[in-house]
């Protein structure tokens, strides 16, 4: 697996966009053996405030950095919110979950 979106919606895993992200990088997680089920529920625009899943994703990863991620993915994606992404920025998810995978790999650097 190279990038998140391997496994995003695709068979076997059919994970959502923060499954995605967190199951690539599952190993930088303070709490790898719960993560996928603690993101079940934050794809499609259900994730707390709206946000999109795989911002979670990589916030819940690198948590030190969340205004750094937050600021970095609004700007290269157009907002933070799913319905703005999807209705305003008109970014499909997959670049959102590339986006959040690229973020994590700068970021994890620092």
Known sequence: MNKATDTFR????CHNCAQAVAYKWKNIYKSPE???DDLAFSGSGRAE???????????????DHEEELTQEF?????????M???MQAKTP?????????D????YSKK
């Open 84 to 86: 703005e992404i999807k």
């Open 93 to 101: 998810c997959p670049k959102c979950v590339d986006m959040a995978d």
């Open 10 to 13: 695709k068979q076997p895993w």
């Open 34 to 36: 719960t993560i996928m």
């Open 49 to 63: 405030g709206g946000l999109c899943g795989a911002l979670v994703a990589a916030i819940k990863a690198l948590p």
């Open 74 to 82: 609004a700007k290269r994606v157009g907002a933070t919110k799913c």
């Open 103 to 106: 973020l994590i790999d700068e």
